[in-house]
């Protein structure tokens, strides 16, 4: 079974490249993918495959194998792209000016219909059902895996497991990586608003001043981080927008800062946002002024269930040998396939897709671009893991 996998992998690749460059260069913007949704359907009705919609562009195929079930596995790829002009002058450039497919999402997507034409081709040789989920939204809160989640993705039938790739700019092409446990954090948008008193800038002793207060509260901030959180767990609370003011001699009547925190354990995370309460109140009323907080709750860790994981990282080395199976560093990144793993057993793993080891084409920058070599390693991983992982 390995072998017809790698082999149909190796023919089926230059096809499934090609579709990675179509989905490049016709990227959508986060719940926008009707395209790329109407793309996918028509190559799952090619194969064969029956689908459903949910979430108005998610597309939902089921291919059943043997005894279909015995085994219900999902195989998640995210399709929306980021607002990015891209940078990259090549054929399969982005045709669609100021949104580019710069975190891989059209790579994710080109494997897993690779893998969903393995799947169909040889399910008379394979148990049980696999799933395939191609969901919209990751990019943008609330994160399209909740959505789906909501409209019954993970039931009709119910899936034991869900596997999800991503892309690693970082890792060589042809290896993958795993890692159990704790492995992206979660990601909470944090809105201020500091209202204090405007005035002339050469009479402060009139007003109160909101940059002043904004700025004390950015450093108090910090303090969350550096003596109330375990120095163990790792976190990050990061400010990163400072709006107030029009010129020079005016002291504004408000300051907006905007900024995220990540954790990578769900109790204090909801912890800090208390504590991010406290000190923002209190150190605002203390200099005089008032606050607007907004705390946005966006997406939970992903928690790659460690039996699950075990599992998985073994099948890689017999689809792939030792040597190009690695484990995935803990990131402060955020994803929503933590949404899956917060109800069923879920392993997400990395795909290395490196290019030149001295030029790293990063994700979320309008450089990004991949070794298409990936795609081959890709499909064949998914539709293996689909087909062999049994019970954890």
């Given at each position: 079974?390995?072998?017809?996998?790698?082999?149909?992998?190796?023919?089926?690749?230059?096809?499934?490249?090609?579709?990675?460059?179509?989905?490049?260069?016709?990227?959508?913007?986060?719940?926008?993918?009707?395209?790329?949704?109407?793309?996918?359907?028509?190559?799952?009705?090619?194969?064969?495959?029956?689908?459903?919609?949910?979430?108005?562009?998610?597309?939902?195929?089921?291919?059943?194998?043997?005894?279909?079930?015995?085994?219900?596995?999902?195989?998640?790829?995210?399709?929306?792209?980021?607002?990015?002009?891209?940078?990259?002058?090549?054929?399969?450039?982005?045709?669609?000016?100021?949104?580019?497919?710069?975190?891989g999402h059209d790579v994710h997507t080109a494997c897993l219909l690779g893998a969903a034409k393995i799947l169909e081709e040889l399910k008379d040789e394979w148990e049980g059902?696999?799933?395939?989920?191609?969901?919209?939204?990751?990019?943008?809160?609330?994160?399209?895996?909740?959505?789906?989640?909501?409209?019954?993705?993970?039931?009709?039938?119910?899936?034991?497991?869900?596997?999800?790739?991503?892309?690693?700019?970082?890792?060589?092409?042809?290896?993958?990586?795993?890692?159990?446990?704790?492995?992206?954090?979660?990601?909470?948008?944090?809105?201020?608003?500091?209202?204090?008193?405007?005035?002339?800038?050469?009479?402060?002793?009139?007003?109160?001043?909101?940059?002043?207060?904004?700025?004390?509260?950015?450093?108090?901030?910090?303090?969350?981080?550096?003596?109330?959180?375990?120095?163990?767990?790792?976190?990050?609370?990061?400010?990163?927008?400072?709006?107030?003011?029009?010129?020079?001699?005016?002291?504004?009547?408000?300051?907006?800062?905007?900024?995220?925190?990540?954790?990578?354990?769900?109790?204090?995370?909801?912890?800090?946002?208390?504590?991010?309460?406290?000190?923002?109140?209190?150190?605002?009323?203390?200099?005089?002024?008032?606050?607007?907080?907004?705390?946005?709750?966006?997406?939970?860790?992903?928690?790659?269930?460690?039996?699950?994981?075990?599992?998985?990282?073994?099948?890689?080395?017999?689809?792939?040998?030792?040597?190009?199976?690695?484990?995935?560093?803990?990131?402060?990144?955020?994803?929503?396939?933590?949404?899956?793993?917060?109800?069923?057993?879920?392993?997400?793993?990395?795909?290395?897709?490196?290019?030149?080891?001295?030029?790293?084409?990063?994700?979320?920058?309008?450089?990004?671009?991949?070794?298409?070599?990936?795609?081959?390693?890709?499909?064949?991983?998914?539709?293996?893991?689909?087909?062999?992982?049994?019970?954890?």
């Amino acid at each position: 079974m390995i072998g017809k996998i790698q082999s149909l992998a190796k023919k089926y690749a230059p096809e499934f490249i090609s579709i990675r460059q179509h989905l490049h260069a016709h990227p959508e913007l986060s719940y926008q993918e009707f395209n790329t949704s109407a793309f996918i359907q028509q190559k799952l009705a090619e194969l064969n495959i029956p689908f459903e919609i949910k979430a108005q562009t998610g597309v939902i195929g089921l291919i059943k194998g043997k005894n279909p079930g015995k085994k219900i596995i999902a195989l998640r790829a995210d399709m929306d792209a980021l607002p990015i002009t891209e940078a990259n002058e090549v054929p399969y450039r982005s045709v669609n000016e100021g949104v580019m497919h710069a975190c891989g999402h059209d790579v994710h997507t080109a494997c897993l219909l690779g893998a969903a034409k393995i799947l169909e081709e040889l399910k008379d040789e394979w148990e049980g059902t696999v799933k395939l989920i191609f969901q919209p939204g990751e990019e943008k809160n609330p994160g399209g895996a909740s959505l789906l989640i909501k409209e019954g993705v993970l039931e009709n039938p119910a899936p034991s497991a869900i596997f999800g790739l991503h892309v690693h700019p970082a890792l060589e092409t042809g290896k993958v990586s795993f890692r159990g446990g704790k492995v992206m954090a979660s990601a909470d948008e944090l809105y201020f608003t500091i209202k204090g008193k405007g005035g002339h800038a050469a009479a402060p002793h009139s007003a109160v001043d909101p940059i002043l207060i904004a700025s004390h509260l950015v450093i108090a901030l910090q303090q969350i981080i550096s003596r109330k959180r375990n120095p163990l767990n790792p976190s990050v609370l990061s400010i990163t927008a400072f709006n107030g003011g029009t010129t020079t001699n005016v002291i504004p009547e408000e300051v907006k800062l905007m900024g995220t925190f990540r954790a990578m354990d769900e109790a204090w995370r909801f912890e800090a946002h208390e504590h991010i309460k406290t000190v923002a109140e209190n150190l605002v009323q203390s200099m005089g002024g008032k606050l607007d907080l907004h705390i946005d709750i966006g997406y939970p860790t992903v928690f790659n269930n460690e039996a699950l994981t075990r599992i998985a990282t073994k099948k890689a080395v017999e689809y792939i040998g030792a040597d190009n199976v690695g484990e995935t560093e803990i990131r402060l990144g955020a994803e929503d396939f933590g949404y899956y793993t917060q109800k069923i057993p879920g392993c997400f793993y990395r795909l290395g897709v490196m290019g030149d080891p001295n030029n790293i084409r990063n994700v979320h920058t309008p450089v990004f671009d991949i070794n298409e070599a990936a795609i081959e390693t890709g499909m064949g991983m998914m539709a293996w893991l689909g087909t062999s992982v049994d019970t954890w």
